[in-house]
């Protein structure tokens, strides 16, 4: 367990990101979602996390335009005291259509997304809500610290933070806000993200790290004759998605994950224990987040635990393959 930066919210060092139990869903032609999804086995996923310690629970309002918070809500529900519930706003959706429509990053907005979250997971409180748009002018983010300020004091959310990957954004939130709390970014042992930790470390935020697995790339399952369907992200990547292209694992970032991959298995672990536990060994702060849509993925995400952070020698010979492998 570790506290979640300042709020004094305690959470399991692992976490579950609720991205891809979403399920299918677009913005006009670009899939965002990882394709077709059981929700049933979601459901199962979620609950045996809760078996195996894991706490916290991150999703967002537009993933599957709604249906990510409704399967967590319903899962979680009979253990909802027992469980940290971290979700996301700044996205508009249609459910109708599973369509992303575009952003309102209002104060205004904010308040009408607090409420339609809160109904979705089926709780009267929401522990970490974090603004979705990473590089919305800071002027306009701060607009918005008055606002949650309100909300914490309402009871409705316990403590925010702000999901970006830029370490001036960050600052903003963790400096003007008393219950600003962490910042969510993508973070891996192949996408370094040095800066914003430094932010955490320097305001007593927690790190929760997005895309821990590198988009699936660390699982180790992926070679270059791998293909994606047209409704994964993957599959269509957008321009910020560089681990994919047309449809299939970059081969540039699959000979890094192999020359890696001794390293972060040196002790017994699996590719995707030895990522968690390079996390974990790179700062106390840290709280990865990886996607999972079945038991099995829980499983050996979870396995990680019992390991904890890479030894000292292991750690010191992943960095100097990452300076030689990344550059």
């Given amino acids: 367990m570790r506290t979640l930066g300042r709020s004094g919210i305690e959470v399991s060092d692992l976490g579950f990101g609720c991205w891809a139990i979403g399920g299918p869903f677009w913005r006009d032609e670009q899939p965002l979602g990882w394709g077709e999804v059981d929700d049933e086995e979601s459901a199962r996923a979620l609950r045996r996390a809760v078996e195996l310690g894991v706490t916290f629970f991150d999703t967002a309002d537009v993933y599957g335009t709604g249906h990510s918070e ?10 909802r005291d027992e469980v940290v519930i971290a979700t996301k706003w ?14 309102d990053a209002s104060p205004g907005y904010l308040t009408k997304a607090v409420e339609g979250s809160l109904r979705r997971l089926g709780t009267d409180r929401i522990d970490l809500y974090q603004l979705h748009l990473g590089d919305l002018p800071i002027a306009q983010g701060l607009e918005l610290v008055h606002t949650l300020e309100e909300l914490v004091a309402a009871g409705k959310i316990r403590a925010y933070g702000w999901s970006t990957d830029l370490a001036d954004r960050a600052t903003a939130f963790a400096t003007a806000g008393t219950h600003a709390t962490s910042v969510q970014h993508a973070f891996s042992v192949l996408e370094d993200s040095q800066a914003v930790l430094d932010v ?16 699936g790339l660390l699982t180790g399952k992926y070679t270059e004759s791998s293909t994606l369907g047209p409704d994964d992200v993957r599959g269509i990547a957008p321009q910020w998605l560089s681990f994919f292209r047309d449809g299939r694992p970059a081969p540039e970032w699959l000979a890094r994950v192999a020359a890696l991959r001794d390293a972060l298995t040196a002790d017994g ?6 990522a968690l536990g390079y996390l974990w060994a790179r700062s106390g702060r840290t709280v990865p987040i990886p996607g999972c849509r079945t038991v099995a993925q829980v499983e050996e995400n ?3 635990l019992a390991y904890g952070p890479l030894p000292a020698d292991a750690y010191a010979e992943v960095e100097r ?4 492998a990344l550059s």
Wanted: contains cysteine; glycine residues 12%; positive net charge.
């Fill in 321 to 324: 393959l990452r300076t030689t």
């Fill in 70 to 79: 409704e399967v967590v809500g319903r899962a979680l529900r009979t253990v």
């Fill in 269 to 274: 672990r699996t590719l995707v224990q030895g």
């Fill in 90 to 103: 700044g996205n508009t959706f249609d459910p109708a259509t599973r369509q992303a429509t575009g952003t």
């Fill in 302 to 304: 979870a396995g990680a």
């Fill in 200 to 215: 955490c470390e320097k305001f007593d935020l927690a790190s929760i790290n997005r895309g821990p697995l590198a988009m």
